[in-house]
């Protein structure tokens, strides 16, 4: 069958590692991935206007490139309500998106994940740190680097725990750059640790820009966890809500928490948001909201 959006026979939806535990294959290119990676792109082309370099660290860098036309991409499907919408309505979208959709270019029928993607906005002067603990992740991500040859000079990917190598990144020799930490939520206390790692990170480099996935399956845990982050002191922070319905099964609701934002980040997003909420709509309910939990 022809896919509309990437141009390639798709494989059939059946195709897959059965054996395979939860990995961001299934996952790869929905629509928290969309909203994730597009404010990414959009730090990461930020931080590129002034000449200086800068330092990205990645903790949860996953397996750098995702496969959406065969394996455990085609048991979801969550991509065609994702980067296929969005990729369909591209010739609409805000000026803003551009970084993103160039981070894109050439991958036919493949989604690249957040080192490839902020990878190939940076320059000669950058550098990018990225972690990994799953060890076939790992191995895949070194491979699918391996592959940016302009990228092997500023690259370093690390097979270990993203939030202990964090600590040991920060500050890093730059004293600018950008902290992601987009863990895959399995674990019971995973809000808790990525609450103390952004706090623990941020004493040693309060000026770093810290972006921070999260799902918004329970509410009231999302909450308590944006509060956790507010309790400490950290000045300038922004929150990102997306939501594609107002329930049902599934992930329906994500957020960021977006600490220092990189002018004029805020600004873009006042013009992004509202068209990645038209185009990413599954149902009544749809949304976001965009709330400045602390002031500059």
């Excluded at 085609?74 to 160039?102: C, M």
């Excluded at 989604?111 to 992740?137: I, K, T, W």
């Excluded at 690259?155 to 190598?165: E, P, T």
């Excluded at 040991?168 to 995973?190: K, N, T, Y």
């Amino acid at each position: 069958m022809l896919d509309p959006f990437w141009g390639k026979t798709r494989a059939g939806a059946g195709e897959g590692d059965a054996r395979m535990n939860y990995r961001h294959h299934y996952h790869a290119g929905n629509f928290a991935d969309v909203l994730k990676h597009a404010v990414l792109a959009l730090l990461v082309a930020n931080l590129t206007r002034k000449p200086k370099g800068f330092a990205v660290i990645d903790t949860h860098g996953g397996a750098g490139i995702y496969d959406l036309l065969q394996g455990p991409s085609q048991k979801t499907l969550e991509w065609r309500d994702g980067i296929g919408r969005v990729l369909a309505a591209r010739d609409g979208a805000p000026p803003a998106l551009l970084p993103y959709f160039q981070a894109m270019q050439g991958d036919k029928g493949r989604y690249p994940g957040s080192p490839l993607l902020a990878g190939r906005l940076m320059r000669a002067q950058d550098r990018l740190y990225v972690c990994e603990l799953h060890p076939e992740d790992a191995a895949l991500l070194k491979a699918a680097m391996a592959g940016e040859a302009a990228l092997l000079p500023r690259v370093q990917v690390v097979a270990g725990d993203g939030y202990r190598n964090l600590l040991r990144q920060v500050p890093p020799q730059e004293r600018r750059g950008l902290v992601l930490i987009d863990p895959p939520f399995e674990a019971a206390d995973e809000f808790e640790r990525l609450a103390q790692a952004v706090i623990a990170a941020h004493r040693a480099w309060a000026q770093g820009c810290y972006l921070l996935w999260y799902p918004v399956k329970d509410g009231a845990a999302a909450a308590a966890f944006e509060a956790e982050i507010q309790t400490h002191g950290i000045a300038d922070i922004l929150r990102v809500r997306l939501r594609v319905r107002g329930g049902g099964e599934g992930l329906c609701e994500t957020g960021l928490i977006i600490i220092n934002p990189v002018y004029p980040l805020e600004d873009q997003l006042r013009a992004v948001l509202p068209w990645l909420s038209s185009v990413l709509a599954q149902g009544e309910g749809a949304g976001f909201d965009l709330l400045r939990l602390a002031a500059e």
